[in-house]
């Protein structure tokens, strides 16, 4: 059993697919962990939002299979004005961002966690997840729609 088993599928390092994908095992179990996280991350979205909750993330999918709440897609938005578009065209409640890109794991388009600088000032923070350096690893913001302007002035 690795880091993280708390006993349900997808908790022990071996079960993760990236563990066999990566040849170096130290690189593999830190790809495998990382996942894990994002499991857990997942669940806990579904036991910290409303049952109606819609939630902005790279994977849609994952979020309604593993947290029970209604995925939207974000796009990685370039500036604050995609980012709030995105959120007034999806209705989401809530931003999940995670240092873990379900598509993009070598962070060739940016870093996942890019888009929470462009959200500051749209919500707060329902909760993060740390590192171990105390670096964020994972955010939930709660969505402020009364902070999210109507349009935007073309420049």
């Known amino acids: 059993a690795g880091a993280g088993n708390d006993g349900k599928p997808g908790d022990r390092l071996s079960e993760i697919a990236e563990f066999y994908r990566v040849p170096s095992g130290p ?3 830190a790809n495998a962990a990382a996942q894990i996280g994002v499991f857990g991350d997942l669940r ?4 910290t939002t409303p049952a109606d909750a819609r ?5 849609p999918a994952y979020v309604a299979l593993l947290s029970g709440r209604r995925g939207a897609r ?3 938005p370039a500036d604050s004005a995609s980012l709030e578009a995105q959120l007034r065209s999806s209705g989401a409640d809530f931003i999940y961002l995670a240092h873990l890109h379900p598509r993009d794991s070598a962070h060739r388009l940016g ?3 890019d888009p929470l600088a462009l959200a500051a000032g749209l919500g707060h923070v329902a909760w993060r997840r740390d590192g171990p350096s105390g670096e964020p690893r994972a955010v939930l913001l709660e969505v402020d729609r009364g902070r999210i302007p109507k349009t935007r002035p073309i420049p």
């Open 27 to 29: 690189a593999a179990a």
């Open 44 to 47: 806990r979205i579904g036991e």
């Open 111 to 113: 870093h996942p966690l």
């Open 74 to 76: 974000l796009e990685r």
């Open 55 to 59: 939630v902005l993330w790279y994977s």
